[in-house]
């Protein structure tokens, strides 16, 4: 998952499109979003989120969605397993309300929402897409960037009232208080993994050291689950076949 790539994937060239830098991914496929009320500033665009897939995931994604105004505030995938069994994968970007660029993300969605604060309307409108997928019985990881202590903040507190919790303070207690992004003054976790999954020995989640993972200025935060929990079976690993390439119009 990935917070704020800051493109404007509409208006991308070609060779330079998500699509064309995932290619050396096994399988790889990437889903996006961002703000399409913003068209013609330009391939650089704040804000935004994406999910990357791989291998057994790629094939067992049935749909994706992003937020119903467009702004590129989330953006989730589904994935299925048996018996009815499915897990839906979102990444959630909360904007800094105090900035006032006008280029800002903060700014971007306040142009285009008629009443209230981005801030305030992410919560509400992210309140009532949690709601459903639970009541579809869809199980939930969902990533995000709050911008606030994830241990205290409103967008937090909304989700743990939909019944879930953070995957890796509930596993580790005790790092409740490490700093996700170097530019935080106060030590203070602004990322999380929030989920429906009980976290138990099966599962395991942490952060990075700032050096590692995903290169940027936030930790790069992880959680491992095991298929099963996943997908209720272990289905066994899906072995590619790399082809030599065949020039079709040559005779030999």
Known sequence: MGQEPGLNFAILDAYDSLEERVTSLKDGKVTTAH???EGKIGKSLPGGTMIT????????TIS????????????SILLSGKKGHQTRIALVYNPIGTSQGALSVNRQQTRRLRTGTPRGALIEDLRKAVKQWIEDGEHLIIGMDANKDVRTGKLTKMLCKQGLHNAILSKHPHIGSVTTCERT??????D???TTFNTNDRIQAGYLAFD?????DHR?????IPF?????????HIQGVDAIPVAVKDPE
């Open 220 to 224: 790069t935060l992880w959680m491992d």
């Open 185 to 190: 003054e106060k030590d203070l976790p602004i």
């Open 228 to 236: 099963k929990l996943i997908f209720v079976n272990n289905p066994p």
């Open 192 to 194: 999380a993994i929030m």
């Open 64 to 75: 994706t969605s992003e937020d119903p105004l467009k702004l590129g505030r989330w953006t």
């Open 35 to 37: 703000n399409v009320w």
């Open 212 to 216: 590692k993972g995903t290169p940027g």
């Open 53 to 60: 897939m791989r291998r057994e995931a790629t094939h067992r």
